[in-house]
């Protein structure tokens, strides 16, 4: 994927009865998702993430409610707050996110580039940084 944080729009179809919201694969997310997981039933206090990944890519959605998406990457720390279904934040690997504020009717949908592989995690933040460090020296 193009490797770069960045908020996306997702096409919405405006009914009087509701809205629908389409995302389609290589349209509006640059890689192919095999995995859909969500979210729900959040802790207002709680906080989630708290880890990178070291080759998955997600697209990040705020289908219900609204919470904030802390995120570093490359030394450079960015914060994000996702509040509408027809909002994406894509999230490439590499990438530190902490969630939290959470709505207490959020529900964060995320489309992953691939199948759950918990070696694909990197749950200690001094060896995200060390690895990170490591990317930068190539
Ligand atoms: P984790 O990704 O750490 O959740 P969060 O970032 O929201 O805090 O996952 C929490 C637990 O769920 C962890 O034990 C791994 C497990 N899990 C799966 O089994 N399959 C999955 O697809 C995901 C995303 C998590």
Same mark, same amino acid.
């Given at each position: 994927?193009?490797?770069?944080?960045?908020?996306?729009?997702?096409?919405?179809?405006?009914?009087?009865?509701?809205?629908?919201?389409?995302?389609?694969?290589?349209?509006?997310?640059?890689?192919?998702?095999?995995?859909?997981?969500?979210?729900?039933?959040?802790?207002?206090?709680?906080? *989630?993430?708290?880890?990178?990944?070291?080759?998955?890519?997600?697209?990040?959605?705020?289908?219900?409610?609204?919470?904030?998406?802390?995120?570093?990457?490359?030394? *450079?720390?960015?914060?994000?707050?996702?509040?509408?279904?027809?909002?994406?934040?894509?999230?490439?690997?590499?990438?530190?996110?902490?969630?939290?504020?959470?709505?207490?009717?959020?529900?964060?949908?995320?489309?992953?580039?691939?199948?759950?592989?918990?070696?694909?995690?990197?749950?200690?933040?001094?060896?995200?940084?060390?690895?990170?460090?490591?990317?930068?020296?190539?």
């Amino acid at each position: 994927m193009n490797d770069r944080i960045r908020e996306i729009s997702l096409n919405t179809i405006e009914h009087s009865t509701g809205s629908l919201t389409v995302v389609e694969e290589e349209i509006d997310v640059p890689f192919q998702f095999k995995r859909a997981y969500f979210l729900h039933h959040l802790d207002p206090s709680g906080v *989630r993430g708290s880890h990178a990944h070291k080759n998955l890519s997600q697209l990040m959605i705020a289908v219900a409610g609204s919470f904030t998406v802390a995120l570093e990457r490359a030394g *450079r720390k960015s914060t994000f707050t996702l509040s509408s279904p027809a909002r994406g934040l894509l999230i490439p690997p590499m990438t530190w996110r902490t969630l939290k504020n959470f709505s207490s009717d959020s529900v964060c949908l995320v489309l992953a580039s691939d199948t759950y592989f918990e070696s694909d995690y990197i749950r200690d933040y001094s060896e995200f940084l060390r690895l990170g460090s490591e990317m930068h020296d190539l």
